[in-house]
T-cell receptor, first 114, second 113 residues
Framework: KAGVTQTPRYLIKTRGQQVTLSCSPI?????VSWYQQTPGQGLQFLFE???????NKGNFPGRFSGRQFSNSRSEMNVSTLELGDSALYLC?????????????FGPGTRLTVL | QKEVEQNSGPLSVPEGAIASLNCTYS??????FFWYRQYSGKSPELIMS????GDKEDGRFTAQLNKASQYVSLLIRDSQPSDSATYLC?????????????FGSGTRLSIRP
């Protein structure tokens, strides 16, 4: 069974631009969560999507948004990029997003903002 | 107080020895506990999940959970250089939603030959 895939793997953008990241979950998984990982802050929860609906959102500004499609693929968008947005963005999928479900991470997208 | 605490390390262990990684959590209502391994520059990889008090073994790995003391640990037997990585403890205190999972900052483990 194929794992979680994320595209692109690397991105370089400049301040003020916007970016869209994509995540395809493991086949059969309906929940997709997004995380930001930085050396200083560790893994921070961005949001979770299930059945095309955002179920929960972390403490990030409105510049961070996302969506999920009917095939469970998810995208996240960051508008008006800031230097501090440079990070590894990870998505993780689980069967139905219940607390006891195991989450499996994709390889991540490394975003560099110049 | 951080919700999930781990010693950042580095924890240096000789090859072939047992590596012991510890994690404490603050929410007594926590239900699900996970250990992830993350190699430098890579994404976290799930190693173990544990939900009940006691030990759970999988190959060289043993997860231990003590809800009364609010700690969870990971033992790695016969440590190998390939075990050198950062180990993340993750705790979920909401049975109904995976989005409440909280990650510790990780313990860096180094296995010396």
């Amino acid at each position: 069974k194929a794992g979680v895939t994320q595209t692109p793997r690397y991105l370089i953008k400049t301040r003020g631009q916007q970016v869209t990241l994509s995540c395809s979950p493991i086949s059969g998984h309906r929940s997709v969560s997004w995380y930001q990982q930085t050396p200083g802050q560790g893994l921070q929860f961005l949001f979770e999507y299930f059945s095309e609906t955002q179920r929960n959102k972390g403490n990030f500004p409105g510049r961070f948004s996302g969506r999920q499609f009917s095939n469970s693929r998810s995208e996240m968008n960051v508008s008006t990029l800031e230097l501090g947005d440079s990070a590894l963005y990870l998505c993780a999928s689980s069967l139905d997003g219940l607390g006891y479900n195991e989450q499996f991470f994709g390889p991540g997208t490394r975003l560099t903002v110049l | 107080q951080k919700e999930v605490e781990q010693n950042s390390g580095p924890l240096s262990v000789p090859e072939g020895a047992i590596a012991s990684l510890n994690c404490t959590y603050s929410d007594r209502g926590s239900q699900s506990f996970f250990w992830y391994r993350q190699y430098s520059g890579k994404s976290p990889e799930l190693i173990m999940s544990i939900y009940s008090n006691g030990d759970k073994e999988d190959g060289r790995f043993t997860a231990q959970l003590n809800k009364a003391s609010q700690y969870v640990s990971l033992l790695i037997r016969d440590s190998q250089p390939s075990d050198s990585a950062t180990y993340l403890c993750a705790v979920n205190n909401e049975y109904s939603s995976a989005s409440k999972i909280i990650f510790g900052s990780g313990t860096r483990l180094s296995i010396r030959p």
